[in-house]
């Protein structure tokens, strides 16, 4: 059971009017979840399905808007939302987090994870589920569990035969500093840029390449407009289900238990989903009209031991969540 404690307020609506004081219970709480990713989106459905999950075990007490494709604003903007008690939970991306913790950006070590089933194994383990108890002090939201998205890989306008092709071109980003650092060193021009923003970009040239995971690829269809995919794997690419702090801790014990525990499963079982699915849509990537690159951190040179000296200096976690990844090879 989780317990991360913190203060907080929580939108009770009393039930009042003859027809509603007979169709719901004396008060309801109506909880707002925000995510950046579309509607078919696999963290939109485990959002959903939570929702529906809370609804039913409170026979329709408890309700949650899911909001997604970015609805309420960027990651950016959700997060500080969590802080003020605006926003009462939502599925970000690790990397919006570690940009105000920066000790995340342990999990963002290239090649930490071998495969998809190993960045699954990682994320479930104690040394990171412990990291989560730092986030209420340190920035006011509570994380109840990680899911994830598939391993990085890129998308290039281009022809990529070796990581000198990378160099100077603009590879958009998620917005975050690990990732940042990982392709300065390797020479390109990183351009951090929100998910709405990429496919638009790609197709009229704007950003040279992307750096995406293959369901994305797929779904959206970003081949549409490449010459090359590299199917690098080089990060991982976890998510995290948050709970706004305010409203944490004007939870009693058995709520946050229920509402923490079912989040958690749907954030947890997304990992699932992606071990499954994630080396079919590489399968579907291999079968488009595109050169199709695979690689393994051999590609990238001496860049992923830079990459660990910068970080090491950053992340007191890092030794710990490395040490879990040697172990659960
Ligand atoms: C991205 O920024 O690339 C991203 C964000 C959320 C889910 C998957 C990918």
Redesign the pocket.
């Known amino acids: 059971m989780i317990d991360r404690s913190f203060p907080t307020l929580r939108r009770t609506v009393t039930a009042f009017g003859l027809t509603l004081a007979l169709a719901l219970p004396a008060s309801a709480t109506e909880y707002r979840l925000g995510?950046?990713?579309p509607p078919s989106?696999i963290?939109t459905q485990a959002a959903q399905a939570f929702a529906t999950d809370l609804s039913e075990r409170t026979s329709g007490a408890d309700t949650v808007t899911v909001f997604p494709a970015s609805q309420l604003g960027n990651?950016a903007q959700m997060m500080q939302q969590l802080q003020t008690g605006a926003l009462d939970m939502a599925f970000l991306?690790l990397?919006e987090v570690s940009n105000r913790a920066p000790d995340f950006g342990a999990f963002y070590a290239p090649y930490l994870a071998d495969d998809i089933a190993h960045a699954g194994r990682i994320l479930r383990s104690e040394a990171a589920h412990g990291m989560l108890d730092q986030l209420p002090q340190t920035t006011g939201v509570v994380g109840v569990a990680y899911g994830m998205?598939?391993l990085?890989q890129i998308v290039s306008r281009g022809a990529v035969a070796s990581a000198a092709d990378l160099s100077g071109l603009k590879i958009?980003?998620?917005?975050f500093t690990p990732i940042l650092d990982f392709y300065n060193l390797v020479g390109a021009a990183p351009t951090p840029?929100?998910?709405p923003e990429?496919y638009d970009a790609l197709a009229n040239g704007q950003v040279d390449a992307?750096?995406?995971?293959a369901?994305?690829i797929v779904a959206l269809r970003f081949y549409d407009h490449a010459q090359t995919i590299v199917q690098s794997d080089h990060m991982m690419?976890p998510?995290v289900g948050l709970v706004s702090g305010r409203v944490w801790a004007g939870l009693s014990e058995d709520e946050r238990a229920m509402i923490g525990d079912l989040m958690a499963q749907h954030v947890d079982g997304t990992i699932d989903t992606y071990v499954e699915m994630d080396p079919q849509w590489l399968e579907t990537l291999r079968g488009v009209d595109v050169d199709y690159v695979e690689t393994d951190a051999s590609f990238f040179g001496d860049v992923v031991g830079q990459w660990d000296a910068i970080w090491s200096e950053r992340s007191p976690s890092l030794p710990a969540i490395r040490a879990a990844a040697d172990s659960l090879r």
């Open positions: 995510l950046i990713t989106h963290w990651e991306t990397a998205a598939g990085r958009r980003i998620t917005p840029m929100p998910l990429v992307i750096d995406m995971d369901e994305l690419f998510m």
